[in-house]
């Protein structure tokens, strides 16, 4: 099956930096990428999304690249704000019923 | 739109009680839902995924009698714990999908499960 590793699994910056968060997969059949933001006891929300027939999608001050040939893809938040603080997570799919997740990354925004 | 809402959203019960929890797509139909679990600063683990009107399917090592999963409509699906126990504490938390040609999968707040 698939397995998506996410890199790192803690990131501090300062406000107004740029963080990036990587995450690989293993399964070239894999064709859809969303990235989730998690608050704590909240639920995860997706804040960007791809699909395997573009390399980058950008929307305000988030983006998402990808690599198909190198089977990993990215997400890069610039001018971070406190409130980005959250955990993050990424998933890789191929029907879009199962869902592959990474093991998550928590971004705190130093003020 | 694609709001998903969860109902409770904290619970605590005795051992050996059952507890349901409601999932609702508000604003959208959802033709699949599904229910993951997720423990303490971990990734999100699927436990079923469900269609409307049809059997959940499970995944591995998920019990099927003791995790009862009903979507009886295209906007409602609920998760049964039966006999509850301690172990089975935990932040359950849906997602729905609104139709095969749209990968997004929108996720609701969560409950907080836990058994005493």
Known sequence: GEN???????????????AVI???????????????KQELGKGPQLII??????????????????????????????????EDSAVYFCAASMTGNQFYFGTGTSLTVIP | GAVVS????????????SVKIECRSLDFQATTMFWYRQFP????MLMATSNEGSKATYEQGVEKDKFLINHA???????TV???HPEDSSFYICSARSGTASYEQYFGPGTRLTVT
Request: glycine share 4%; with cysteine.
């Open chain 1, 4 to 18: 998506v590793e996410q890199h790192p699994s803690t990131l501090s910056v300062q406000e107004g930096d740029s």
């Open chain 1, 22 to 36: 990587k995450c690989t997969y293993s399964d070239s059949a894999s064709n859809y990428f969303p990235w989730y």
């Open chain 1, 49 to 82: 999304d791809i699909r395997s027939n573009v390399g980058e999608k950008k929307d305000q001050r988030i983006a998402v690249t990808l690599n198909k040939t190198a089977k990993h893809f990215s997400l890069h938040i610039t001018e971070t704000q406190p």
């Open chain 2, 6 to 17: 969860q109902h409770p959203s904290r619970v605590i019960c005795k051992s050996g009680t």
């Open chain 2, 41 to 44: 600063k971990q990734s999100l």
């Open chain 2, 73 to 79: 409509s295209l906007t409602l699906s609920t998760l």
């Open chain 2, 82 to 84: 039966t006999s509850a």
